[in-house]
């Protein structure tokens, strides 16, 4: 394998690092659907947000027409700390496949928050900093997210509330500990420290929780204490913007070695990892300018993508937040407790929402136990121990590698490998003991949670 | 810091990186002392040594002449999985200290063994590969060793046994689990599976057992067992011949900035990170053509250099094992249950121990507790949670910086940061919860061990 022209890991240099941030919705021609006011039902005013996020944040949340963001200087500098993130080139998996494919990952992992949600965190606290706030609050699933923004936090001086998904909380002991490092406040969701907490105890008890809520509990304490706005690690727009990172590097870091991808694979949960990896690619397609197969991986435990309806809903659990319109499985669903806790969330970013209904990209899901098969395999022959919603990805991209064995064909696979699994290895102990079971909603309960929701 | 020349991380590109592991025995006036047989006190043997170990690792521990090893195309091929390492420029580091020191680490933990140890593991799987063996047995302290050769032995296709020092074992509860997805079996020491470990546990029942001890267990089984040898992931002069790639790229990305560094530190327990990363320089200043300050870094739980004796001793607790000359604090020393496992070791390297001796590098001990404490704040500015252990140099890089800001020298300082601490989260609660205590051994507790030994 020596001689190959193309690297292992491919690094860009510091200069060669986006200095914006691109705007997939300036190139779409049917724009994703605005957030609704609960209340009202018609489309919230930048002045109606800025209650909930800041100012800036709100302008680029609303923002569907403007391709380009400049990074802030010092969101850059910190972004040097631990990007670029390499684009890998799997040449041990393709050997162990046996595949004529080529298999590309950028891999997101390489930091404490273990994941990309860095990307996105940084730029929040920033601009919250920026306002003179004293504090955020936000949810976390699998952790990632609230690691990545104790970090942000700590760094740049602000206060950090974190609501973790109970289940997530328990299966990931260790996690709580890293945001600590980090001095974050972390409460295990739902919890009786909020109105939508208790209310949602009352109606469930015993329950594992789920994004939904940690998001009706951490918007309740934003929106109710003074010097705080809530943020949050996928779903919205200005996330996807941020994450735009990740495929705005893995485009330099191809076209300098003259690499075109054929089918392009990301884990879906909110859409955040995806969203960023596909922008610049999803970009050209819109604009005609080529054509890629894009695929979203997600659970089969939590389907919103392949199972879900596209419609206004809430995005959190106890109806507070704004509707947005997207696939979902109704604000009410709470998936099982699957480990992989990052993909746990009913609905789906907008702008994929809309992007999927247009035609322009496909969905598959799969189960738990054939992922951390595939994680496995991962790890013995690239040496990077996966996060189970990276998995997903590995799983399919995997399954497209099989694909090109059985035809011959030699297609170029590119994938999203979001983060480490340092902290999941208790599912992966379940997956060894044989303990791991697949839950898989029927279509009673998706129906039942949508019948739930009231009708737009 | 946007306009600075040096990039906050320096990544060779993959053409850069080193074909030959230098061996710093080439270059030393004063050779490292032999390893002498346990029975007849006569230096080892080749033929002796292949009993323990594989042919051609005997070779290189026993070659004090060969500058130069080529590094076998298939090494470095796992190589490019996860090096080149990156050299990270500490700005945010600096500017949290306040110093005009200039501060530079070497990064080891960008893989999934979570620190520098598979450098040698690849090459000691390799070997024992090549010469048809079934298996290895080794010891590992901290985890990250027994982690490193699993993968280089799953790699491989080599079976891989694991003493754990008990202690460690249950303070990293996840670290047997990573071990298990790479197909290793893991055994705490000491056991009752072997001879000495039935011994050793006679006498001192409920013991945490050390590296010294599972070395005897992990050799134990290695002679006894047909087709396996056994491999160790410190002290050995192999093992540091291997870690020079640490040591090798570090001062090719320096050399290509024009970087010259005044002092290089790193965290000492057998040896292998400090003697890897100090190879290059260490040669240049033996040979005359530079002159650096080199400081390791012990714990004061166990500090072999600052209050050992230089004299030969066994590497085991069992004494079963050759001995070396080196500075000791007694084969039967069994450290405190402190958290940095893999500095719990009651030798030296031989290399560094003749160093010391010769006046070519200094050495400090530090607590456990202020280790921990530049260990958060090491994280929350540069982003990377480190290991307890990498966080000695760590602590004592950071007062060198103050000294340095006290004198107004710009000082370049270069220290290892051998690994991650996402495995060592029990030790961080500790740590918060102010319940973690400095146990520093007596010179009586020091003395008595020494005097258990046989004169030799």
Known sequence: MSENKIPYKIYLEESEMPKSWYNLRADMKNKPAPLLNPGTLQPMTAEELSGV?????????????????????????FYKMYRPSPLVRAYCLEEKLQTPAKIYYKFEGNNTS???????????????????????????????????????????????????????????????????????DVTPSPSDTTNVGRKILEEFPGTGGSLGCAISEAVEVATSTEGYRYVLGSVLNQVLLHQSVIGLETKTAMDKYGIKPDVIIGCAGGGSNLGGLISPFMGEKLRGEADYRIIAVEPASCPSFTRGEYRYDFCDTGMVCPLAKMYTLGSSFIPSADHAGGLRFHGMSSVLSQLYADGLMEAVSVKQTDVFKAAEEFARVEGILPAPESSHAILAAVNEALKCKETGEEKTILFGLTGTGYFDLVAYEKFHMGEMVNTIPTDEDIRKSLDRLPKV
């Open 53 to 77: 996020f800041c100012q800036e944040l709100v302008k680029q949340e609303l923002d569907n027409d403007t391709p380009f963001f400049e990074i802030p200087a010092e969101i850059r500098d």
């Open 114 to 184: 273990g994941s990309h949600k860095l990307n996105s965190a940084i730029a929040q606290a920033y601009y919250a900093k920026n306002q003179g706030l004293k504090g955020v609050t936000t949810e976390t699933g699998a952790g990632q997210w609230g690691t990545a923004l104790s970090m942000a936090c700590s760094y740049l001086g602000l206060d950090c509330k974190v609501y973790m998904v109970k289940c997530s909380y328990e299966q990931k002991p260790f996690r709580r500990e890293v945001m600590k490092v980090y001095g974050a």
